[in-house]
């Protein structure tokens, strides 16, 4: 790389912090899950070199997407693991390939609730309340309140193994509509009990797990959180309840707020062409105002020169790329040397979900390698 960024991307490129965490620039590697694990949620080298190129590729921090702390619940065929100590060895290995070309890497933890298909579990799906899926058209069983806690206890030992594994953080996926988002939404969370009703309540599932996440990794251990500032869906939560959300998040320890929009069942577009280039980049803006820690804004955030911009002006901290480096995963080092014009582009077709969601690994229609780095060398 050369030694100094252009002008225009000069905001993009400044070292930054996540409590202790400490990022060489502001482009963080969105978790998405991919789809790239071994049938039994082992690491294996087909993910292993999707994310090792990225990181070759300059991003601060890699983000790896829905890894499973529920081997029960699963949402996709190639969701990774943490769901015991046999996952351990494959992720340090990961880890290590990982942080050897330059990244930061982090473990998103992602229990899908009632968006686990029975056709991939072999069981009912569960969420807090038997509200039908119009994604996956099941109705889940409601759990107890003993199966909460079976749960929180779930994410906090599979928390503890991504720090023995050399993951540099955790992060919670309460988002797109999976479980932690389904207690958040009062249009999937009808309970009567301490777990349901008010803001507080419908929010306590995720305060317990941030707390015992917590006081099993210890303080300086970064934990973000991935929340969706709007739900999008008829009822759900909207960015108010976001904020006090964020807040009382904060409050009992998290050091990051990774905000996104929408649910994969939401009726409006939230990352086909449709939506402009930095589109909810308000919803990010409006959280923080209301915190004091670091804000990461996601969806198509698809030029460097925009998400330079973004941070300048003080509407975020980071930003979260994650479609664009699918398709090229020299992003960062080709912004870094004012190569803009060679950037490949994300055309937003949605190729990449539609592999996903039929239970395949990702493809793009742009870069035919994504996916298949380990079989095809250049």
């Known amino acids: 790389m050369s030694s100094k960024p252009p002008v225009e991307v000069q905001y993009l490129f400044r070292t930054g912090k996540i409590g202790e965490l400490e990022l060489k620039n502001r482009i963080i590697m969105a978790p998405m899950l991919i789809g790239l694990s071994e049938f039994d949620g082992t690491v294996g080298e087909k993910l292993t070199r999707f994310y090792a190129e990225r990181a070759e590729g300059g991003v601060a921090l890699i983000a790896v997407g829905g890894i499973c702390p529920d081997d029960r619940y699963r949402s996709h065929p190639g969701q990774p693991s943490l769901d015991g100590d046999k996952y351990i060895p494959g992720w340090k290995k990961f880890t290590n390939e990982i942080k050897e070309r330059g990244a930061k890497v982090t473990a998103q933890l992602l229990h899908p609730g009632r968006y686990a298909p029975s056709i991939i579990t072999g069981r009912q799906p569960v969420a807090p309340s038997p509200i039908p899926s119009k994604f996956t058209g099941e109705t889940p069983k409601e759990l107890t309140v003993e199966e909460i806690k079976e749960i929180e206890e779930k994410f906090t030992e599979a928390a503890k193994r991504a720090k023995l594994a050399g993951f540099d953080g955790v992060e919670l996926c309460a988002s797109a509509g999976y479980l932690f988002s389904q207690f958040l939404s009062p249009a999937t969370n009808k309970r009567e009990d301490e777990y349901g009703g008010s803001l507080e309540n419908r929010m306590r599932f995720l305060i317990e797990t941030v707390e015992k996440i917590k006081n099993v990794v210890g303080e300086k251990y970064p934990l973000i959180v991935r929340l969706s500032a709007e739900d999008y869906i008829p009822g759900g939560t909207t960015i108010e309840e976001t904020k006090i959300v964020a807040k009382a998040i904060e409050d009992v320890g998290v050091d990051a707020l990774n905000i996104t929009t929408g649910w994969h069942e939401s009726p409006r577009p939230l990352i086909t062409r449709e939506v ?7 919803l990010a803006e409006a959280i923080k105002k209301v915190v004091n820690i670091p804000v990461i804004a996601s969806n198509r955030i698809k030029y460097p020169q925009l998400a330079n911009k973004v941070i300048k002006e003080g509407k975020t901290d980071f930003v979260a790329i994650g479609r664009p480096l699918i398709v090229d995963p020299e992003w960062p080092r080709k912004a870094y040397e004012g190569r803009y014009s060679e950037i490949r582009p994300c055309i937003a077709c949605g190729h990449c979900l539609e592999t996903l969601f039929s ?11 994504a996916g298949k780095e380990n079989k095809y060398n250049v």
């Open 276 to 282: 402009p280039p930095g589109g909810f980049i308000h």
């Open 359 to 369: 239970g395949s690994p990702v493809e793009c229609t742009v870069n035919p390698r």
